[in-house]
Structure formats: C-alpha cells, structure tokens
C-alpha cells in the first residue's frame, strides 16, 4: 500500500516508474516522488498522523516506501525548542529552534533522509549502500547500515575534521578518503553507482532519499501545533533541505492538515562558500559554482546539485538568503550554547547567524515568530571551538586552592 503514483522529472514532467534512477532521461532534470493526495483526503489525518510512532515515520503515508519501514525506528521527531533566552537577545518575539542536532543515531538531519534511503535500497533488494559526504551523511549511511546488515561505502573528502572520520568508520564502513573536494567525491559517486551496481543513497536513490528531509519540515508544523512559522531559515548545502521543508508545508497546505499562511523560507550559506546566497542577493537567475574556504564544512558544497530549486523556492515563497562569515558563525555557535543550552556544528552556527543578519537587516521583522533549523551537532567539530571557549583553572585538589580561586574571581 502507499500514495505514490511515481517519479516525475522536475523540468519537462516526464513520468517514470518507482525506480532506482537519478535524473531524467531527456533533460537530465531531477527526478521526483510525486504522491496521490487526492486519494489521502480523509485517510492522512492530523489524528492519524500524531496515532503513529515518535519517529519520522509518523509521516511514512507522505514518504516513498512501499511496504513497512527496515530502518530509523528512533530517527526524527527531533525537539522543537522555543528559545525564549534568544529571542530577548536578540530582541525578537518568538524564536523556535528544531534541534536535528539531537537525532537519532547520528546527530544531525541525515538520519531522516538515511531511514527513507535505506529503506528503499532494502526494497529494491541491494545489498550495498554508499554515500558520497561531507562527514554527516557518512556517519548516517554507515550506522543506519550496520543496524540493517547491509554493506556500506562512504567517501569522503580528505580535509575533514577528525571526528567526522571516526564517526563514520566505528560502524565498520568501507571509508574512502577522496583528494578532493565534496563535488570531486558526489562526481566519482556517481560513476561508481553506475559500475558497481549499488545502492548510493545521493545519486541513483536520490529522490527517494531528499523525500526524508521533508519530515524536518512536517515536525516543525505538527510541533507548532499544526500551524507553519511566518519564517523560517534553512542551511544550503547541496540543497535538498530548503526545497524539501518547502514541500513539506505545501503537501500539509494541499491536504487541510495546516492553513497557508505564506510562510517564507530563507537560506543560510557561509560566506567562504555561498553561491546560492550569492546569486539570491545579485538577482541573478542561475548561481555560480564556488570553491569551499570555511569552517562550515558539513555544508561546504561549491555546486549544489539542487541549487537551482532552492533559488526558485526562496523566490517563490518571498524569503532571502544570507552568508556569514567563520568569525559570525563561531560567535552564532556560543550564542545558542549560551543562551539555550545546544552545542550545534558550525552549520547551525551559520543558519543562527544569517537569522540574526536578517532580523537586523529587517527582512524577518522582529514581531514575527521565525524558525531557525539546526541539523547538526557540536560535539562532532569540537576542534573549531578549541581555544574559542575561555580557559580552565588548574588548581590542586585543596580546599584553600579553590577558596583562592573563588575570592580572585569576584
Ligand atoms: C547535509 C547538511 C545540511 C544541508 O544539506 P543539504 O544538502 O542542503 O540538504 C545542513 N546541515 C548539516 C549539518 C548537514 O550535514
Ligand atoms: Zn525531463
């Protein structure tokens, strides 16, 4: 069972069976899962869907699976915080923050799109699944497939921090560390599906693995209590999130589940790779391929395969987009720390700081609630904040030591 109706090319509509499949066949456009919501009305129900598991899967009727989920029984369902220290810092009325930096098992937004990739992979029979990253989708792909038993293969490029390395080859991966950078890795990706016959959750399963990150949109919804943020602001990296939280709202707009309520959508880039932000700002139609320089590296991606898509949302739905720089980012990353108490990545550090950029710019207007989403978590980029934090005292285990401490620090 399942609402599917097929894929569609995203460009010139050409329609295709439920397939492993990256593009279209006449145009190259991207392919889409396209549903039956004529035949959901009345079925996927705001009661139906809060009658269904605290994970991702509450949504599974608006995702592509055929029959029942093989893996992510915890992912999703992620807090959505509202961040009232923030909102007095910042001088806003309502801030909420939907923490993907605490999902399941991974820690950032890639284990909903990983759930909905393996799944799949499983229900087409592979037997092997591969990524190409930059560190949090390896991390996903190689957990998520230890758990179902599948074999995994992730590349990634050579740069990355530490524990984005090991936190991917714990799960036991075949890890491949690329000279390269993240579009040098996603281009052999792809040849590599091709010749080997697996499952790469980012080529060939494409666009049954982008559905995934739609359950960051859905959650933001049902946690608002069934309502849609007048703003909310999304990293860019490839650009599968920002489209797919668009969709998500609308697909909830089409089947009476939310009122619309013209939610904006805004992109958050680094200013060391922010082709996206960049040509949104310039007017520009199509965006131009950058070389990645920034700390943000879990959205360090110079030609994001979506970028297009995220341009033509932000547009159409009457948001921006902004870039911050690595000093803006770190300061963003110790504001929440601060103020909520989430250690997020520099990525989320980069969505915070261009939130706050368009706050002060005006475009987000300060009595309006806006949500920013984090997907990613500190602890994994622990690096970039060494030295950043302040200093410890060292004393000895003595009590006089630590009253010397106390009375030096008033
Ligand atoms: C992958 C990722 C993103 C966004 O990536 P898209 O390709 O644009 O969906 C954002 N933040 C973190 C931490 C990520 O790992
Ligand atoms: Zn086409």
Known sequence: ???????????????YPVEPRTVCDEDFGPVEVVYDYEAMRGKVTRTSIEAGPRSLWRYRDLLPIEGEPRVGFHSGFTPLIKA?????ELGVKAVYIKDDSTNYPTYSYKDRVVAVALTKAMEFGYDTVGCASTGNLAHSVAAHAARAGLKAVVLV????????IVGSQVFGPRMVKIRGNYDDVNRLCSQIADKYGWAIVNVNLRPYYTEG???HGFEIAEQLG??????????????????????AYQEFITLGLVEDTHPKIYGAQAAGCS???TAIQQGQDLFTPQKPCTIAKSIAIGNPADGFYVMKVVRESGGWAEMADDEEILDAVRLLART?????EPAGGTTLACAIKLIESGRIPRDEPVCVCITGNGLKTIEVMQGRCGQADVIDAKMEQFDDLMAAAV
């Open 157 to 164: 490029p050579y740069d990355l921090e530490e524990g984005k």
């Open 213 to 215: 990150a739609k359950t």
């Open 340 to 344: 909520e108490g989430i250690f997020t």
């Open 275 to 277: 082709p996206v932000s």
């Open 84 to 88: 009232d220290k923030l909102a007095a």
């Open 226 to 247: 069934w309502r849609l943020p007048a703003h909310t602001v999304v990293p860019v990296a490839g650009g599968t999130i920002l489209p797919k939280i668009w969709k």
């Open 1 to 15: 069972m399942g609402y599917v109706a097929g894929l569609r090319c995203k460009e010139c509509g050409a329609a």
